[in-house]
């Protein structure tokens, strides 16, 4: 079935809370995290499926008469990807993903400069010489080391935006990564890198009778600004399962979003592949995993093993860029409880992959590789964890720096 993708356009700010106590406290705050985690959003989508097929949301798992133990099941199986920010214009969405790993922004002085990261090889810079092999896990594969061709000068900038214009960054990174100087403010100015804005809201406690304030019943929301001046955002999601557009409440203080699909296009080639980067990995029998959402693995920081669809090929992690991890948790409406935390590989993470397999298995197995669901548990799948574009990796192994 094909898979539908709709918008979840917040009418105000969104507030996704970050786990931190938020009690009825004088002086309490709740922060938003930088961007929903795919559980969020997937728990609004089944929702909004739930109650288009009439499910009974009120019904408690203590009573067998109203609790529907085939209705939970069928919401869980729902499969969803994203979410995707997307900015929308008059004849396209433009999707933006957060920055790639394997892409380090350093600025020294006014010359602001992007450097590559790739594998270092391991003849030439054996993993002997690290403590990554020193048997505290003797199970974990020998990955190689990662490094940038020329020395990288200078440190992060200030501020730098996290996400990166699909057609005008991201998808020349994943076809034709290389080290170039690199404009920021013009970047930022032209519409190809942004962070979104955060609205703080003070809120104080009413007495009825007398309308004066309360004292000690004030408090601080901080939420994601999806309006500005100048553009408006949405959440992009996909999913084979129908609902209805209607508006609902989402995250935090269930602040009202807008679920619609959408009237225009999305970008070409975000949920298809790209032929010049499909020939590349046909030819080099490698290629890079990029994420577009964080993913959950078993081992926290790289999966044990990759999905090859039944088809004839090998999949082998040789290299791995990860930003910082996160870690989500949330409440389980159904337990009445916290769920447990999780640590994720944040989108953003590189896995250099070899591959082993014909050229026919090697195409199907990107072709189907792409755009899906790569967590290590089949509920985080479903839940929209660890989505997964392909990028090229021609040059193989770094065998000197500069």
């Known amino acids: 079935m094909p898979r539908d993708l709709w918008l979840i356009q917040p009418i105000n700010s969104l507030v996704v809370a970050d786990g931190r106590p938020f009690e009825n406290q004088p002086g309490s705050r709740a922060k938003s995290l930088n961007f929903p985690p795919p559980s969020v959003t997937a728990g609004g989508f089944r929702a909004r499926a739930g109650v288009k097929?009439?499910?009974?949301?009120?019904?408690?798992?203590?009573?067998?008469?109203?609790?529907?133990?085939?209705?939970?099941?069928?919401?869980?199986?729902?499969?969803?990807?994203?979410?995707?920010?997307?900015?929308?214009?008059?004849?396209?969405?433009?999707?933006?993903?957060?920055?790639?790993?394997?892409?380090?922004?350093?600025?020294?002085?006014?010359?602001?400069?992007?450097?590559?990261?790739?594998?270092?090889?391991?003849?030439?810079?054996?993993?002997?010489?690290?403590?990554?092999?020193?048997?505290?896990?003797?199970?974990?594969?020998?990955?190689?080391?990662?490094?940038?061709?020329?020395?990288?000068?200078?440190?992060?900038?200030?501020?730098?935006?996290?996400?990166?214009?699909?057609?005008?960054?991201?998808?020349?990174?994943?076809?034709?990564?290389?080290?170039?100087?690199?404009?920021?403010?013009?970047?930022?100015?032209?519409?190809?890198?942004?962070?979104?804005?955060?609205?703080?809201?003070?809120?104080?406690?009413?007495?009825?009778?007398?309308?004066?304030?309360e004292d000690g019943r004030l408090f601080q929301t901080q939420g994601l600004n999806f309006h500005t001046l100048n553009a408006s955002y949405s959440l992009g999601m996909w999913s084979e399962t129908p609902i209805d557009a209607a508006p609902a409440s989402l995250g935090a203080e269930r602040r009202l979003v807008n679920w619609q699909q959408p009237t225009t296009p999305i970008s070409p080639y975000f949920t298809s592949i790209h032929p010049a980067i499909l020939d590349a990995i046909k030819q080099a029998k490698r290629c890079r995993i990029v994420l577009l959402t964080p993913a959950i693995w078993h081992q926290g920081f790289y999966p044990c093993s990759l999905d090859t669809f039944g088809l004839p090929i090998e999949v082998a992690v040789k290299a791995i860029v990860n930003p910082r991890p996160e870690y989500v948790s949330g409440w389980d409406l159904r337990e009445k409880k916290p769920k447990p935390t999780r640590r994720l590989a944040p989108a953003g993470t590189v896995l250099f992959v070899e591959l082993a397999g014909s050229e026919d298995a090697i195409e199907q197995w990107a072709n189907q590789f792409w755009f899906s669901n790569s967590s290590s548990d089949d509920q985080a799948n479903n839940d929209g964890f660890g989505l997964a574009v392909l990028g090229t990796w021609n040059d193989g192994y770094l065998q000197e720096l500069a």
């Not at 214009?89 to 790993?101: G, H, K, R, Y």
């Not at 990166?164 to 890198?193: C, S």
Request: glycine share 6%; proline share 8%.
């Open 53 to 213: 097929a009439g499910y009974n949301f009120a019904a408690k798992e203590t009573d067998p008469d109203s609790f529907n133990k085939s209705q939970y099941a069928n919401l869980m199986a729902m499969q969803v990807y994203g979410p995707i920010l997307l900015k929308e214009s008059a004849d396209l969405l433009i999707p933006f993903v957060a920055l790639p790993a394997d892409a380090v922004i350093r600025q020294d002085g006014a010359d602001v400069t992007c450097y590559r990261l790739q594998p270092l090889d391991p003849k030439k810079f054996p993993a002997e010489q690290t403590d990554l092999a020193a048997g505290k896990h003797p199970d974990q594969p020998s990955f190689a080391l990662v490094g940038s061709q020329q020395f990288t000068k200078g440190k992060a900038p200030a501020n730098l935006p996290r996400f990166w214009n699909w057609d005008g960054l991201f998808l020349p990174w994943l076809i034709n990564p290389h080290i170039h100087r690199f404009n920021l403010e013009q970047q930022v100015a032209d519409g190809q890198m942004l962070d979104l804005e955060r609205d703080t809201r003070t809120h104080v406690g009413i007495t009825a009778s007398t309308q004066i304030a």
